[in-house]
């Protein structure tokens, strides 16, 4: 019993919030390292049940099975129903192949991009999409290239660079839209931050093969380029040619556009496109 005058004095076993987050952040890296597991297990066997991951990954039953839900949700595993035994699904088959192509492009796209350079006498790139942004993988710079700037491995803006408009304008409709819903910043006063008039370029591109812009990312710098295909048609990258401003005027512009889209077909038939 309390003695009189004293107060009861309440205790708690609650955790403190960044405990909770700290629990809950590593319980979801122990599931994202599980549910790799899980595609490591079946690369290597083939094909395995419930029980056999589950001992595989020392984890209950239970366990096993809501990962293979949700990778089988996400079409990353399939699962055999006459035996009950799950497989590595097409899901891992498209990620594979977005990675292969990225990698093809680079190594196809070498002795183009060189050529190209050198007929050109700019700097040329090869660039490829990026979740919002432009990645250039691939460079050469040309005999007349006044600047000796590094863009490889670059992450540039899609609505304010020749090669990111192209990437931009290959995307379907729908995706387009959600990229357009966004607040698109400014580089420079050229820089095109109007969702309509960027939704018309888009179209003019997808409808002329090619994108010109001058002064949008970068004052003094104009760029034109063209859309890699692969095999199926889908849009895989862009070739660009840039140049500083004095000397790309219109004509240029059109010579080093018919060029990068000579380019940009070359490569795509290395990649195995066929119009």
Do not use: C
Request: proline residues 3%; hydrophobic residues 45%; aromatic residues 4%.
């Amino acid at each position: 019993m309390a003695s009189k005058g004293t107060k009861d004095i309440k205790v708690t076993t609650e955790e403190p919030d960044d405990a909770k987050r700290a629990k809950g952040g590593a319980s979801s890296v122990q599931s994202v390292d599980r549910a790799v597991s899980v595609l490591e297990i079946l690369a290597s066997l083939g094909e395995a049940g419930v029980t056999e991951i589950a001992e595989e990954l020392d984890v209950h039953k239970s366990t096993a099975f809501r990962l293979l839900g949700v990778l089988e949700n996400r079409g990353l595993v399939g699962q055999a129903k006459d035996r009950g035994k799950y497989y590595l699904g097409a899901g891992v088959l498209r990620l594979a192949g977005a990675a292969a192509g990225r990698l093809d492009i680079s190594q196809e796209s070498a002795p183009v991009v060189r050529e190209l350079a050198d007929e050109a006498g700019e700097t040329v790139n090869i660039a490829v999409l990026d979740d919002d942004a432009a990645v250039n993988v691939m460079q050469a710079r040309g005999a007349a290239s006044v600047t000796a700037q590094n863009w490889l491995g670059r992450r540039t803006p899609l609505h304010a660079t020749s090669s990111g408009k192209v990437l931009l304008a290959g995307l379907p409709t729908a995706m387009q839209e959600i990229f357009l819903a966004r607040r698109l910043p400014r580089f420079t006063e050229h820089t095109v931050t109007s969702a309509a008039e960027l939704r018309a370029q888009l179209a003019e591109i997808s409808s002329e093969g090619y994108a010109v812009v001058a002064e949008e990312m970068e004052v003094g710098l104009s760029a034109v380029a063209a859309p890699v295909r692969a095999h199926d048609g889908q849009v895989i990258g862009a070739v660009s040619v840039s140049g500083p401003v004095y000397r790309m005027d219109e004509a240029r512009l059109e010579e080093l556009a018919k060029l990068a889209v000579d380019a940009a077909g070359e490569l795509s038939y290395r990649m195995g496109y066929r119009a």
